[in-house]
Structures are given as C-alpha cells and as structure tokens.
C-alpha cells in the first residue's frame, strides 16, 4: 500500500494573506506619523520606509498586492493616508501627494524584486534606492502637472525630504538584511 502525502496550501494562502493586511496597515500606521512642512503641500511620513520595508519583507507580489489594498481602501475613504492633507478618499489621488501614493506598489515591487532574499546588502541597498527614487519620481510628476513647473515640484516634493530620506534608506537596509529571508522563509 502507497501512502500519498498532500500538503494543504491553506496555511500558505492564509499566511500570505495576512502578510498583505499587516504591510498595509503598517503603511497606514506610518502614514499617521506626519509632519507638515512651511512651504510645500507635502508633508513628512514614514510612509516611504514603510512602503520599501513591506516590498523588501513581503517580496515583489506580496508588497506590491498589500500597497494595492492600502490605496483600495485609502480611495474608498478609510482613513489610511496621512491626515494633514486635506483631500478625503479618491480626490487624494489626484491632489498633491498622489504621484506618490501611486508608485507605492511600483515601489512595492522593485524593492522586493531588487533586493532579493536580502542576503547581500548591496543588493538591498539597490533595491531600496530603486524603490525610492520610484516613488520621488511619482511625486515628482504629478506636482509638475498640478504646478505646470518641475522645478517648482523639485522645490516642493524631493529636496525638502533627500535628508530624511537617506536616513529612512539606512533604516530600511538595516531591517531588511536582518530580516528578510526568515520573513521570506515563511512565506
């Protein structure tokens, strides 16, 4: 008598799952953490270093699929983006901080696809510098629309945030060669 063994993919579906909903409750947890700055409709987050921890933990799909959810339920009103902008559901899509609320998912993806298992930082340091130079180039271009001046949208969405943001990139390279391939392995 041959025994044949099936592994149930229900606990996999249901940890990837999970994974999803957690990165993007991260994401709008770290959207509350916002601190408006003089001179630009843009205000600081930790959105961006949650959006490259989620794609680098998560991986390409996962963190792509959980930034997904994250603007789903931003644009149907829940209240997951950063509260100092005024803009309410899908109308914050189209106002100043939408380019960047737009290429979480594109971020999402390169980080996760760039960096790898995260075993090699250099790797990781890619991977996170790709993920944010994506989500700068979303801001960037839609307050050049808004503005009709990328210069003016230079002055307003990436040079007040290039300090803040070589620090978001250490944390996350830190977290993710730490962290990724055991959270990857469960995955």
């Known amino acids: 008598m041959q025994e044949t063994v099936v592994l149930s993919t229900q606990p996999i579906a249901l940890r990837r799952t999970l994974a999803v909903v957690l990165g993007t409750a991260l994401v709008a947890a770290a959207a509350q953490v916002s601190v408006p700055l003089p001179g630009t409709p843009v205000p600081m987050t930790l959105q961006p270093l949650a959006v490259l921890l989620v794609g680098g933990l998560l991986g390409a799909r996962l963190g792509a699929a959980s930034l997904a959810l994250y603007l789903a339920l931003g644009a149907a009103g829940l209240p997951v983006f950063t509260p100092t902008v005024p803009l309410v559901g899908v109308a914050r899509l189209f106002g100043p901080t939408g380019g960047y609320l ?82 990857r392995a469960r995955l």
């Open 102 to 183: 737009l290429a979480y998912p594109v971020a999402a993806f390169a980080v996760g696809t760039i960096a790898g298992d995260g075993r090699r930082w250099t790797r990781v340091a890619l991977g996170v510098l790709a993920g944010l130079a994506l989500i700068h180039l979303g801001g960037l271009a839609q307050l050049g629309i808004l503005t009709g001046d990328l210069s003016a949208a230079a002055r307003f969405g990436t040079l007040p945030f290039l300090l803040g943001d070589l620090g978001k990139m250490a944390i996350a390279v830190l977290v993710l060669t730490r962290f990724t391939s055991s959270v």
